[in-house]
């Protein structure tokens, strides 16, 4: 279908996308400004990255096309992954408080036959298309950007990519096809009742009572958080302790500790150093078989397994046809201007190391477009801020304080509750802020962790960490003011104008301590 005239208003693009979607043959959606082109860059994948980068390079006077297999961009952020975790992250948290709070203040009893995971599901599948109508409206309106939807791409040769029964040419590629869960080799994952974040949303029919999640990444903790918070008893069966993986950056032990013995509180079962070795079952998935790390094998009874083992880039085409350098996990290998090892063709997002994480699919993707059109940029993604959910918000950015201990020569703390041998913080009702003002007052220990790690020395940040809620955005400035050439002293931190209560105590905080000349820890 040519749309390129057309102006669908939001509901219209609705239908368009909810139709293409329910007929595997419905048709490609061209939106080609008409005359044949050779275009600046051909973007193959239409998620976060190349939505963004098609836009970037659009705002630069280049001429950008799009072409995405789904009959919407924005990918599977919106489809099936952040977007939905977020959601079912905003629950759980919300579920913990009914929880906690059952028939105390004015909170009704619980009644956890209201808490379902198939309905957040449904809830979910039923609203989604409304931000794709968005993505499309916004990219063909107001970012005048061509594209073609509900066509898979094949790619040809460097240069020239065919979609929709048609052949686009583009000066450059960028590869933005995103990425797949990964399942381990264990016997019995054939069966019913297995899924992983995207089976849940695509294929759920059903609700789960327990669930065994095999992997300790964050998609684990993150779904197992709220599928317990539903009232499904989980289990975690994970090899690394929870959050020591390599993926998960700059990781404090306090952080880790609050975190984890946060979800055990919570009543979830925790297998660190276990050994997943079948599911087992006659149709469906009835036990997981697991050798603990003290050696004992126990078989999980469960009617629900949800795999979280990690994500692998959808490569295999571009080494193929192209010939681009991948590493062992099939990451496609680029420089820092997102360039592969073949001459103008560029990976972005989930293809490429580092975390798979939208903030640097979208910030690959605008680096590709703005070296493409001659801007000279780089992109170094090795220190990031970072951020998962249990039923809080876990946030951090920069060093912990064992990997500041290892580097410099006095290392300050400044934490809440502070660490201090025999006193009684767990009735102290700080941290506190909004959203977390119920847990001070009644259950002070569930209010949230938080640390700033300070170089003695200099007076700068070196890191910052956080349980709670609404931290998430001022970690994005700390990011940027930590990372900046000159960094960020405690003495500016100190100075900054607070928005009394912050969710972050740091400036607060800070302000107590940047008048000694020699910090302490506080
Ligand atoms: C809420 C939201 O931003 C939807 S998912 C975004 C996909 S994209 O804007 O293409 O990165």
Not at 57 to 67: D, N, S, T, W
Not at 351 to 357: A, K, R, V
């Amino acid at each position: 279908m040519d749309i390129w005239r057309k102006q669908f208003n939001l509901a219209e693009w609705n239908n368009l996308i909810e139709a293409s979607l329910a007929d595997a043959d419905s048709e490609p959606l061209f939106n080609l400004a008409g005359e044949e082109a050779i275009y600046d860059a051909v973007f193959v994948g239409g998620g976060a990255g190349g939505r963004f980068g098609a836009a970037y390079l659009k705002a630069m006077g280049g001429r950008p096309l799009i072409i995405d297999a789904w009959p919407f961009l924005g990918g599977s952020c919106p489809h099936q992954a952040c977007v939905p975790h977020h959601l079912f992250s905003d629950a759980a948290a919300e579920l913990d408080l009914m929880r906690w709070f059952s028939d105390e203040l004015f909170f009704p009893k619980f009644d956890a036959s209201r808490a379902s995971i198939l309905q957040m599901v449904k809830l979910f599948v039923a609203g989604r298309s409304t931000a794709h109508a968005f993505m499309n409206w916004q990219t063909k309106e107001q970012l005048e950007v061509e594209y073609v939807l509900n066509a898979r791409a094949t790619i040809v040769d460097r240069h020239t990519v065919r979609a929709g029964g048609r052949t686009f040419h583009g000066r450059n590629l960028v590869l933005g096809m995103g990425a797949r869960p990964v399942y381990p080799d264990i016997p019995g994952l054939q069966l019913r009742g297995i899924y992983d974040f995207v089976s849940l949303v695509e294929e759920l029919d059903y609700e789960p009572t327990r669930c065994v999640i095999i992997g300790g990444s964050k998609v684990a903790m993150e779904y197992g958080a709220f599928f317990h918070a539903t009232g499904c008893d989980t289990t975690i069966v994970t090899r690394s302790p929870l959050m020591r993986a390599r993926s998960l950056h700059h990781v404090d032990e306090d952080l880790r500790r609050y975190v984890v013995e946060g979800m055990r509180k919570r009543g979830m079962v925790i297998y660190e150093g276990a050994v997943p070795l079948s599911v087992n079952g006659k149709d469906s998935a009835g036990s997981v078989t697991v050798r603990l790390a003290n050696g004992d094998v126990v078989d999980l009874e469960t009617d629900f397994v949800f795999i979280a083992t990690g994500e692998r880039p959808n490569s295999a085409e571009a080494q193929e046809v192209l010939g681009v350098a991948v590493g062992p996990t099939g990451r496609v290998i680029v420089d820092k201007t997102m360039q592969t090892t073949v001459p103008n063709v560029y990976a972005i997002g989930d293809m490429i190391d580092g975390p798979m994480e939208m903030f640097k699919a979208r910030k690959c993707g605008v680096t590709a477009a703005r070296n493409i059109m001659g801007d000279h940029i780089e992109f170094d993604f090795t220190e990031y801020p970072d951020f998962l959910h249990t039923t809080y918000e876990v946030t951090w950015v920069g060093l912990t304080e064992a990997e500041a201990r290892a580097e410099y020569e006095e290392v300050v703390i400044i934490q809440m509750p502070p660490y201090v041998e025999g006193l009684d913080t767990e009735n102290l009702p700080l941290p506190c802020s909004d959203r977390s003002m119920l847990y001070a007052f009644s259950k002070p220990e569930l209010s949230g962790f938080q640390k700033l790690v300070v170089d003695g020395t200099s007076r700068r940040v070196l890191g910052a960490h956080h349980v709670g809620y609404g931290a998430k955005d001022a970690f994005q400035y700390l990011d940027y003011l930590i990372h900046r050439p000159e960094g960020l002293t405690i003495d500016e931190l100190g100075w900054m104008n607070e928005l009394f209560l912050n969710p972050e105590h740091f400036i607060q905080l800070s302000r107590l301590r940047a008048g000694r000349r020699k910090l302490v820890d506080l």
